[in-house]
């Protein structure tokens, strides 16, 4: 069974830095899409970055300069780093992967921004 597991959330002051971390089990074939989303309750859940595997990268207009994503496909992992963090970056934020047959969601992981 396919297991993505996301570590590196936490609680930190306004213009702080987190890194998450996304790692996956036992997923066969090639993962073309790893991204990163996040939900707090009451709204949908949102894009917050996404890599593909010919290099391109997307990003929300809401952490557009403050995040970078990044990925290892030898370990089939992905990250993301969040610098100069705001109240308004509170949520859970969950790591997705695509393969050409089936998408894999993380079980989320929290990110809390002080004010």
């Known amino acids: 069974q396919v297991q993505l597991v996301e570590s590196g959330g936490g609680l930190v002051q306004t213009g702080g830095s987190l890194r998450l971390s996304c790692a996956a089990s036992r997923i066969s074939g090639s993962i073309s899409y790893m991204g990163w989303y996040r939900q707090v309750p009451g709204k949908q859940r949102e894009l917050v970055a996404a890599a593909a595997n010919d290099g391109s990268t997307n990003y929300a207009d809401s952490v557009k300069g403050r995040s970078t994503i990044s990925r290892d496909n030898a370990q089939n992992m992905v990250f993301l780093q969040m610098n100069s963090l705001k109240p308004e970056d509170t949520a859970v934020y969950y790591c997705?992967?695509?393969?050409?047959?089936?998408?894999?969601w993380g079980q989320g992981t929290q990110v809390t921004v002080s004010s």
């Open positions: 997705n992967m695509r393969t050409n047959k089936s998408n894999f």
